[in-house]
């Protein structure tokens, strides 16, 4: 028998090389018996890991199109608020627009007014007239007034029953105009100091982006813009009405009542239509309903002084005389007649003066009578429409003709002593609705007139 004899290291080279063998053989066998399922187990691992790859990209985009959409929506929202600030703005410059226009108009008033001698600082007596209980007298006419036809004659009746006597001697009084303040110029300084207080975002829904949170910031200050301005226009008509208010008590201390005077300015302007409440009107690109309440709201208001101011045009509020020169001698109500020593009515007012001085209309109008009348002597009758008339009388000469068109302050005669006069004056009255008024109170509400 033949033995074989192997060292330490080659049989343990050959213990390794077999255990190799029974391991490749192994593994060979498993690989054969397993190989579906390992591949299976592969392909499942992979499309698992490919599944979660795509979902993963899927919900990128999908973060991707919400976080684009709400910055799209966010600058939608900015550039729409935006937009409509630029509209508030821009109507807001169109009402002061007209705002100005208003106030050019009562500039006018003021460039225009007249003074009485006391504004130059002769001395100022107690009124004439004061004890009158009435500045309004109707009643039938007596003789020399009777109607104006187209002979010439005069369409206003005179009046009749005397009031408590007053002295036939008085100073003159003073006459200015109506000062009504700018009622928007000091408010635009709200619009950009206020408005920097921005209004916080909701946090939780922004904080995820910076831009999202900052766009968000941003359309809240221009927001916070446009709310200051619906209070600005809110201010600003609560000023203008405050000015409509203050020029209907000029005409009302006139002794005339401002709305049914100015029905019938508006009766001349033929106006109508139908009635639309504000809330069904739209300012076209402006959503915000309070700010285009507060425009129309202030709007009307404007109108209504515009009309006011039309209207008070027409209103005698000065004298047909100006200077130092020219003191108030009579006053409107009874007095002592100057030639007969008996009581009796004065219907008017009179200002002494140099003769020849030129005597002046004190409101737009017609001149509807202009020649001699019996004891007004030389007179002129101007219509100012409206149902308010004035008369001149005693003049020393006309310089208007029947239907001449004069506007406040205009020449119309000269001073002088006709008729049943005596002495150089203007005899001066007032007429409204065929009633002959005080014109004291028309004058003296001049006084509140710029």
């Not at 690109?285 to 109108?303: K, P």
């Amino acid at each position: 028998v033949q033995f074989f004899t192997f060292g330490p290291t080659l049989q343990a080279t050959l213990a390794g090389l077999s255990l190799i063998f029974l391991g490749w053989v192994a593994f060979a066998t498993v690989n054969v018996i397993f190989k579906d399922r390992i591949i299976a187990a592969k392909d499942y691992r992979t499309q698992q890991l490919q599944s979660a790859y795509e979902n993963r990209v899927a919900d990128l985009q999908l973060s991707y199109d919400e976080l684009n959409g709400a910055l799209v929506n966010a600058e939608d929202r900015f550039k729409a608020t935006a937009d409509e600030l630029a509209l508030k703005q821009n109507t807001i410059l169109k009402f002061l627009d007209h705002k100005r226009q208003v106030d050019a108009t009562i500039a006018g008033l003021s460039n225009t007014g007249i003074r009485t001698g006391a504004d130059t600082g002769a001395p100022e007596a107690a009124p004439a007239d004061n004890a009158a209980p009435s500045d309004e007298i109707d009643g039938t006419p007596p003789p020399g007034t009777g109607t104006v036809d187209a002979g010439g004659q005069s369409e206003l009746p005179a009046m009749s029953a005397p009031p408590p006597v007053q002295p036939r001697t008085a100073k003159p009084t003073k006459a200015s105009f109506l000062d009504i303040g700018s009622a928007v110029g000091h408010l635009t300084g709200l619009l950009f100091g206020a408005g920097r207080q921005a209004v916080a975002p909701n946090r939780d829904a922004y904080i995820q982006h910076p831009a999202l949170r900052v766009l968000a910031e941003q359309t809240a200050r221009v927001a916070r813009l446009g709310t200051i301005e619906t209070k600005l226009m809110e201010r600003t008509q609560s000023e203008v009405a405050e000015g409509v208010t203050n020029i209907q008590t000029v005409i009302r201390s006139t002794g005339i009542n401002p709305d049914d005077y100015t029905r019938r300015l508006e009766q001349v302007d033929a106006v109508g239509g139908p009635e639309w409440p504000l809330q069904s009107i739209h300012v076209d690109g402006i959503a915000d309903a309070s700010f285009t309440n507060a425009f129309l709201r202030a709007s009307a208001v404007l109108e209504q002084m515009n009309t006011l101011l039309s209207a008070m045009r027409h209103i005698p509020l000065t004298t047909p005389v100006t200077g130092p020169q020219f003191e108030r001698t009579s006053g409107f109500g009874a007095r002592i007649d100057p030639f007969t020593g008996h009581y009796s009515f004065h219907p008017g007012i009179d200002f002494a003066g140099p003769w020849g001085s030129i005597l002046k209309a004190t409101a737009p109008g017609t001149v509807v009578y202009a020649g001699p009348r019996g004891g007004y002597g030389n007179m002129v009758e101007i219509d100012h429409g409206f149902g308010i008339h004035t008369r001149y009388g005693h003049m020393s000469s006309i310089l208007v003709s029947v239907g001449a068109k004069v506007g406040k302050g205009s020449p119309i005669g000269k001073l002088g002593s006709t008729g049943r006069s005596t002495g150089p004056h203007v005899h001066y009255e007032v007429w409204y609705d065929d009633v002959v008024r005080n014109p004291r109170t028309f004058i003296e509400a001049g006084r509140h007139v710029l």
